[in-house]
């Protein structure tokens, strides 16, 4: 029996390495240069583009968003947004 699992979870591990890896969603960079600096809010980033990847609080009451996407072929793309204490778009950039 004990032999019989070992062999199933080789075979489960080889198809789980053969796969692509894919994480997250693109970025539609039709929203991205909608973003407005000083007057985006916190809002209407959840409405375009979701929940972010990770945040980070930071000391002044901002925070950063990271959007993260991964093709499944080694490249990724990252959208990250800096919210001021008022969550109001301070920048972004898209890498």
Do not use: H
């Not at 001021?84 to 890498?95: D, F, G, P, R, T």
């Amino acid at each position: 029996m004990k032999k019989v699992c070992f062999f199933c979870c080789v075979i489960v591990m080889l198809f789980i390495g053969c796969t692509n890896l894919r994480l997250g969603y693109p970025v539609d960079q039709s929203e991205v240069r909608l973003l407005e600096q000083g007057y985006t809010n916190e809002d209407e980033i959840l409405k375009k583009f979701g929940q972010p990847a990770k945040k980070v609080a930071l000391d002044d009451g901002g925070e950063i968003w990271l959007y993260r996407n991964m093709d499944g072929n080694g490249g990724y793309s990252d959208l990250i947004i800096t919210l001021n204490s008022k969550k109001i778009l301070a920048s972004y950039s898209n890498e």
